[in-house]
């Protein structure tokens, strides 16, 4: 799927947005077409340096939009479904996952900083 982001090349350059390829999901991931995303303050720090990240790096983890794909072993989400985004992924398996509590999971900071997923590979 093709789809349109703003890119942030170097710590205070400019906002490019640009015309991306996604890749189909990976088992237990899930493609959504965005239909409205914000770029907050958190982008912001990426764009002045406050915040150390790899570039370039795509803004705006704030979005809602509609299934375009689901990946193998997915199977609480059908294509079509509308969604929110949640800028912490869950791992699934940790206390706070498994207890209920995904927005508390203990995992996901240091992947999140080092831009990969969370089982440490780049998309």
């Known amino acids: 799927m093709k789809t349109r982001t703003a890119v942030l090349h170097a710590v205070g350059g400019p906002i490019a947005v640009e015309t991306l390829d996604l890749a ?11 239909q409205a995303a ?7 720090h990426l764009v002045s340096g406050a915040t150390r ?8 983890h704030e ?3 509609r299934v375009e794909a689901v990946g193998p072993g997915v199977s609480s989400l059908r294509v079509g ?9 869950a ?6 996952c498994l207890h209920d509590s995904p927005c508390l999971c203990e995992t996901w900071l240091e992947p999140i900083w080092a831009g990969t997923m969370l089982d440490g590979t780049p998309r």
Do not use: K, T
């Open 38 to 44: 914000g770029v907050c303050h958190s982008d912001w």
């Open 81 to 89: 479904d509308s969604v929110s985004l949640n800028w912490a992924p």
């Open 63 to 65: 979005g809602a939009g």
């Open 24 to 34: 189909a999901p990976r088992a237990g991931e899930v493609l959504v077409r965005i």
């Open 91 to 96: 791992c699934g398996d940790c206390f706070y």
């Open 53 to 60: 990240h790899p570039l370039p790096a795509a803004l705006g």
